[in-house]
C-alpha cells in the first residue's frame, strides 16, 4: 500500500514537473505556439478535404 501511494506521489511530481516546464515554454515563446497551433489547424482542415 506505501508503495503504491509512493509510486502515485512520485509520478504527480513529474508530471507537475513537467506541467510547468511546458507552461514555461509557452509563456517564452507565445508567438511561436501560436504558429504552430495555426500550422495545425491547417494541416488537419487539408486532411479534412483530401478524406
Keep these: 500500500?506505501?508503495?503504491t501511494l509512493f509510486?502515485?506521489?512520485?509520478v504527480v511530481t513529474i508530471?507537475?514537473?513537467?506541467f510547468t516546464f511546458v507552461l514555461?515554454?509557452?509563456s517564452n515563446n507565445r508567438s511561436?505556439?501560436?504558429r504552430f497551433n495555426l500550422?495545425?489547424?491547417?494541416?488537419?482542415n487539408r486532411l479534412i478535404t483530401i478524406n
Design 24 to 26: 514555461k515554454l509557452i
Design 7 to 10: 509510486e502515485v506521489l512520485i
Design 39 to 44: 500550422f495545425i489547424i491547417r494541416h488537419n
Design 1 to 3: 500500500m506505501l508503495l
Design 32 to 34: 511561436c505556439f501560436i
Design 15 to 18: 508530471f507537475f514537473l513537467y
